[in-house]
T-cell receptor, first 111, second 113 residues
Framework: GNSVTQMEGPVTLSEEAFLTINCTYTATGYPSLFWYVQYPGEGLQLLLKATKADDKGSNKGFEATYRKETTSFHLEKGSVQVSDSAVYFCALWPNTDKLIFGTGTRLQVFP | EAQVTQNPRYLITVTGKKLTVTCSQNMNHEYMSWYRQDPGLGLRQIYYSMNVEVTDKGDVPEGYKVSRKEKRNFPLILESPSPNQTSLYFC????????????FGPGTRLTVL
């Protein structure tokens, strides 16, 4: 079946550190992939997306590349800020009527 | 302001007492859905609606009902809540079905005693 696997958190970093949050997926065909972010006390919001293999989604300094050969969509940022502290969800659209979300990874950035 | 609103934001209730969580969007979106968020399980879809009068089950529909009588509203009904329905609930909407960007409400934290 279709599924998304994310690394468990929390991920704890100092400000300006490099961030990687791993996401792998299982799906048939050519799904679209997303990262959503949930700031404390808020609903989720779209961070970035990629719709085909080798596409790179980017926004607010975050990047993720759709790697079909490794079925991955890892989230990266070169220099995190305290304001990036949030829960990050990887999501998959396997050409159906709904999105499939991962379990979420909490990021904590300290000054 | 374009938004998805949910009410109430917090609710503590007792087993078996019927409740409704309202969801409304002002973006003329066709697709709406309900999710529950639980630690270690992420977001799981409860129900979704492709348009008015069209609803379908998500991954965890047991114990929930929905209706879509108007395009803007998509209430979630718990006829007889049980403690295992204690969770954080999110309503979301999008212009059309996924992969259109989902816009989420602020969440409703429900505790069933």
């Amino acid at each position: 079946g279709n599924s998304v696997t994310q690394m468990e958190g929390p991920v704890t970093l100092s400000e300006e550190a490099f961030l990687t949050i791993n996401c792998t997926y299982t799906a048939t065909g050519y799904p679209s992939l997303f990262w959503y972010v949930q700031y404390p006390g808020e609903g989720l919001q779209l961070l970035l997306k990629a719709t085909k293999a080798d596409d790179k989604g980017s926004n607010k300094g975050f990047e993720a590349t759709y790697r079909k050969e490794t079925t991955s969509f890892h989230l990266e940022k070169g220099s995190v800020q305290v304001s990036d502290s949030a829960v990050y969800f990887c999501a998959l659209w396997p050409n159906t009527d709904k999105l499939i979300f991962g379990t979420g990874t909490r990021l904590q950035v300290f000054p | 302001e374009a938004q998805v609103t949910q009410n109430p934001r917090y609710l503590i209730t007792v087993t078996g007492k019927k409740l409704t969580v309202t969801c409304s969007q002002n973006m003329n979106h066709e697709y709406m859905s309900w999710y529950r968020q639980d630690p270690g399980l992420g977001l799981r879809q409860i129900y979704y609606s492709m348009n008015v009068e069209v609803t379908d089950k998500g991954d965890v529909p047991e114990g929930y009902k929905v209706s879509r009588k108007e395009k803007r509203n998509f209430p979630l009904i718990l006829e007889s809540p049980s403690p295992n329905q204690t969770s954080l609930y999110f309503c979301a909407s999008s212009l059309s079905r996924p992969p259109d960007t989902q816009y989420f409400g602020p969440g409703t934290r429900l505790t069933v005693l």
